[in-house]
């Protein structure tokens, strides 16, 4: 996965693994990346990891605005669409 993302100008990450992927291409993400955040938009994040998420999850501290079933956009992964189907997906 990790040779095709690239061959397609993207990176790979993992979210929220125990293991690490990084010798296949494919190291370590987070959603909510601070130093992304810092680097890219100039905002003032802490590197502090978000402790309502899982133990593996690399997350910074974050507010989610966000309401089960309303957007529309219809993201086949989101939580938001109110067609997906969450059973199993938590």
Known sequence: MASRARAAGM???TCATERDYSTC????GACIDAAWI???LGLVIPDKKDPGQRPQCRCAVSRDIGTNDTCAH???YCYA???CDR???E
């Open 11 to 13: 990176e790979l990450y």
């Open 25 to 28: 291409g494919a190291p370590p």
């Open 38 to 40: 810092r680097d890219s």
């Open 74 to 76: 219809g993201c086949l």
């Open 81 to 83: 669409n109110p067609a």
């Open 87 to 89: 059973r199993g997906h």
